[in-house]
């Protein structure tokens, strides 16, 4: 088996992991705005996680698909037109990212005192719907099986 089919399978699968991470992404957004709005929450809240978690899971699924380019090269023959293709790519998966970091964060990146990911950010958007979760829950009136 060559080294070149392997690094091709290779950059595939990360190009599958970062499609999925969208996806995934997708859904999980969908469910915590979802949820958002069967607490009464509220129409802006539930905007707001949708867009915050799906930003993040888009965010991401970018920075995988430039790990899948990146090793893409190692298998391509090196010329001066895949690099600069490489690099077009890179720079405009590069700006998306940071685009969509400022519209979550609300800040440019170089100013966050945190550097944020992708996985942090869907990580933070679950963490808060469970404090959201137990906070109704604890508010709600008791059952009638509840005695």
Do not use: C, N
Request: hydrophobic share 55%; aromatic share 4%.
């Amino acid at each position: 088996m060559h080294i070149e089919v392997v690094f091709t399978a290779v950059a595939i699968g990360f190009e599958a992991i970062g499609a999925l991470a969208m996806i995934v992404g997708f859904v999980i957004a969908v469910v915590l705005g979802a949820r958002a709005l069967s607490r009464g929450a509220g129409g802006q809240a539930a905007y707001t996680v949708v867009r915050t978690t799906l930003g993040a899971a888009i965010l991401l699924g970018l920075e995988v698909l430039v790990a899948a380019d990146l090793i893409r090269t190692i298998t391509s023959k090196p010329s001066i037109e895949d690099a600069v293709i490489l690099g077009v790519i890179v720079i405009i998966r590069t700006i998306l990212s940071m685009s969509i970091q400022i519209e979550i964060d609300g800040v440019l990146p170089w100013r966050r005192a945190l550097l944020t990911s992708g996985g942090q950010l869907i990580g933070r958007a679950v963490a808060q719907d469970a404090a959201a979760t137990r906070a109704s829950d604890a508010g709600a009136p008791a059952s009638a099986t509840d005695h």
